[in-house]
């Protein structure tokens, strides 16, 4: 047999992301792996809003529908937009309009979109239904490669990329075995969009693998395993650690409680891993390397059983811990699934005494997993750690922590009960159960997903600034307002700025002469959380739109305008030129009727897009009149010269 290497596929190229996986590595335009940087420990150092009242939701848009196979999946930050899902698409979105810019087909959909995907080198790598995986190149969504797994199954758990390998793992049922795959990222055939992968190798688990992300280095691979039974209290959850390069089995740690539906999460500052289960235990282990090879440290693993507030119900955890400076923050369910403060919780566990520190209740199971940022620790001596309750309406908690802290110090009073603060509440139709971890970018703006379908941008309030003006600001009355040259920054709560000029909106009527500003508008904000001392918590109140003006000089002008329909006209009584602009709607024509003295028609021109038509010699009078695809009026028409 030879081997002979992969052509290069040449389309690929290295982009910046900011955010690539589950868990937040981020990439370099070198494909210099940084942010979490594959520990699976979200701790960021950005400005995150702490305040309901300094906050927004900017745009929350319908990318599919329903909670199952057309559902919006958990979005990524790659090349200066978002990646999702939807449905059998994959979409890049606009993260500061929330449009969709371009959008692909897929094999098939996910079975229900509850994962992220994972970016590297230039590749975009998705779980869908039936054990599959596909690759897209990240920038043109074209199709790569595809992978379908011999036993199938519901691509639960989180994609892993480490080097030149992909980790992930499939769910058939409680009991059905199901496989965790290693999978090469190369592109081996650039000539065809389906060429068929097969895996490196595979490890084949009775229950399979579900919400169980892997820790992947050169060495080795960490994952978790459902305990193949019904129910949360078997002890026959395991944590395995697989060769990264054969798949070999290094070394088992047997008899957990429950199914381990946790991505493995390494804290570089204790060198040990943590993780959760369903039959509610928090763990931990170290890994060392033994003339034997690697293993798992014996004397390192330590469980630790959390607490709902009953010995009547058991609790469980599916969430995968974020650790910082010796604490660990997860999310604990309570006496239900779905009970309305019925025990749930955020809690806090000190790493070093093996205890819980302190549980604060939340509305909902908080099922997802928690962003932690250092940004004002210097100076306020705090952490926050971002949690979303899976609970209708899915509210936006931060729970504010520093090392000793015994109970929560910053809350929301809410049923009697009180609550990690309140960020945001989505109201409406963008209310719903929520298990999807938000991700954020460089500007502290957060983005993610619930049951509405529906992707969410939220982040610090923001005011707008005119920071070139634009290169005309003295007109004529009847001339409309030329915005070149010019430059327009929003202006974050946290002191950051993002360039808009391209998403702001002003006035395009004729200017007047009483014009002596035009408005300039960033139109997407929407609504925000705000505590009032007299109210209590409000929630859906409107945000300002920001704006800014440009100032202007309008002299007299010798032109009349107006508008018909979505059209503007402007005629020139100088030289007797009329110029419609706008655009033409569905079909729509304009009839553009010229009349001499006697009120006769001399002249009829059909227009079907903008343009400036010259002076008609007998025309006496002009009227126009505004048609559908059918040739019946749109409205009245409109007399422009009489």
């Not at 992968?197 to 084949?204: E, I, M, N, P, V």
């Not at 209740?361 to 306020?380: F, R, V």
């Amino acid at each position: 047999m030879t081997l002979s290497a992969a052509q290069k596929n040449e389309t690929l190229r290295q982009l910046p992301a900011e955010w690539a996986d589950f868990r937040g590595t981020s990439y370099d335009t070198n494909g210099t792996p940084g942010g979490t940087a594959g520990s699976n420990n979200a701790v960021v150092s950005i400005q995150m809003p702490v305040d309901a009242d300094a906050s927004t939701l900017y745009w929350s848009n319908a990318i599919g529908s329903g909670i199952d196979s057309g559902s919006t999946g958990c979005p990524l930050l790659v090349d200066g937009v978002l990646i999702v899902c939807a449905g059998d698409m994959i979409c890049r979105v606009d993260p500061v309009s929330g449009e969709i810019l371009t959008k692909a087909k897929m094999d098939r959909a996910s079975s229900f979109s509850i994962t992220p995907p994972a970016y590297a080198n230039g590749m975009v790598f998705v779980g869908l239904s039936d054990g599959t995986i596909q690759a897209f190149n990240a920038e043109t969504l074209q199709s790569l490669w595809i992978y379908h797994d011999p036993l199938e199954g519901q691509p639960n758990s989180p994609i892993t990329v480490c080097g030149d390998y992909l980790y992930t793992g499939f769910w058939r049922s409680e009991e059905s075995p199901a496989n965790f795959v290693c999978l090469s990222i190369t592109d081996e055939d650039p000539a065809r969009t389906d060429e068929e992968k097969t895996a490196c190798w595979y490890w084949t688990t009775p229950g399979g693998y579900y919400w169980a992300g892997a820790y992947a280095c050169e060495d080795y691979v960490l994952v978790g395993t459902d305990d193949g039974a019904d129910g949360s209290k078997s002890m026959t959850g395991s944590l395995l650690m697989l060769d990264a390069k054969t798949g070999r089995l290094l070394d088992k740690w047997d008899g957990l409680c429950g199914d381990v539906r946790s991505t493995i999460c390494y804290d570089k500052a204790t060198d040990a891993f943590c993780f959760t289960t369903k039959g509610g235990w928090f763990c931990s282990v170290k890994t060392g390397k033994t003339s034997d090879g690697w293993q798992l440290r014996t004397g390192s693993k330590w469980t630790l059983k959390l607490e709902n507030g009953t010995s009547t119900a058991q609790a469980m955890s599916t969430s995968t811990p974020v650790v910082y400076n010796g604490r660990a923050y997860i999310g604990v369910r309570g006496t239900a699934q779905f009970s309305e403060y019925g025990g749930h919780s955020l809690t806090v566990v000190d790493l070093a005494s093996h205890t819980i520190a302190y549980r604060v209740q939340t509305q909902g199971y908080p099922q997802t997993s928690g962003i932690l940022t250092t940004a004002y620790e210097k100076t306020t001596g705090y952490v926050y750690v971002y949690f979303v309750d899976n609970y209708t309406p899915g509210k936006l908690r931060v729970l504010q922590d520093k090392a000793g802290q015994t109970r929560a110090d910053y809350v929301t009073e809410e049923s009697g009960v009180d609550t990690p603060y309140v960020l945001f509440t989505p109201s409406g139709k963008d209310a719903q159960y929520a298990i999807c971890s938000p991700v954020v970018d460089s500007y502290g703006v957060m983005y993610f997903k619930n049951d509405s379908a529906k992707l969410m941008a939220f982040g610090p309030s923001v005011t707008l600034e005119i920071t070139c003006q634009p290169d005309k600001t003295q007109y004529r009355a009847g001339e409309v307002f030329d915005p070149a040259g010019m430059q327009v920054d929003l202006v974050y709560a946290n002191g950051l700025r993002r360039d808009v000029t391209k998403y702001v909106q002003w006035s395009e009527d004729p200017l007047t002469e009483e014009d002596a500003a035009i408005d300039i508008r960033f139109p997407y904000v929407r609504y925000h959380d705000q505590d009032s001392e007299e109210s209590g918590r409000l929630t859906n109140v409107k945000t300002q739109t920001p704006t800014a003006s440009v100032r202007l000089t309008v002299e007299p002008g010798t032109v009349e305008n107006g508008r018909i329909g979505m059209l503007t006209w402007a005629y020139d009584i100088k030289t007797g030129s009329l110029t419609i602009s706008g655009e033409f709607e569905n079909g729509q024509k304009l009839a553009v009727a010229y009349y001499d003295q006697n009120g006769r028609m001399v002249q009829v021109k059909l227009l079907t897009q903008a343009q400036t038509l010259a002076a008609v010699e007998s025309g006496a009078r002009i009227r126009l009149f505004l048609l559908d695809q059918d040739n019946q009026p749109v409205c009245r028409a409109m007399t422009v010269k009489r």
